[in-house]
């Protein structure tokens, strides 16, 4: 499965089966998440074998079942934080997917169980990605359209409201679709887009932002402009 086949595949998954995670399959990822960690100057860390943080009321609320693994996103605490946890994080989870893998970002959803994870100082907890494999493969959402989400029209390149449509499958806290994608013309020979988040009251925009944007390069192509 390639990256963007995956964006096309990957549903939030909720309720996961107690097979645990194959040998090779956790090798694989932890190498993954010290790339990513490395590039996006993060400190995520896989967690397994420990179902505590999804048994609390929240979890609960949040249809939660059988998350024995996860994944805790943590980072210095910093203005772009969120947007760098939305744009490496979903790394991980796309190609978590490629592995045969389920996965569900989680805001709020979780309890933090002293000794499972590691802070160093000035650090702080995004979010966690619940990761396993789903009891379902999760199922799709309505989405907004591309017009509702950026100024592609006739005269945009293709390129670009391929970028979008692959933006609307990102995953946005409770669906929200809060961002905006802009072409926003030619400079010194390279196209231009710029990429905004909405408000919401729920927050997460900036996160959201982040994985959307990833979303983007990947289905229009980095080589193909550069972000405003």
Known sequence: MTIQEAIEARHSVR???SQPLAVETVKVLEE???ELNRAGQLHMQLILNEPKAFLGPLAKYGKFRGVNN?????????DDLDERVG????????????????????GLSYSKIPGTYVLDEGEKIACYIAIGYGETQGVSHKIK????VSNACDNTPAWFRKGVEAALLAPTAVNQQKFHFEY?????????VLAKKGFSLIGYTHMDLGIAKYHFEIAAGTDNFEWK
């Open 87 to 106: 744009y490496y994080g979903e790394q991980l989870v796309l190609f978590a997917q490629t592995l045969g893998l389920n996965t569900c970002w989680v």
């Open 15 to 17: 309720a996961y089966k």
């Open 184 to 192: 926003a013309g030619m400079k010194d020979g390279r196209h231009q």
């Open 70 to 78: 996860y994944i805790v996103v943590a980072g210095q605490k910093a």
């Open 32 to 34: 993954k998440i010290g």
């Open 145 to 148: 359209t591309v017009e509702q």
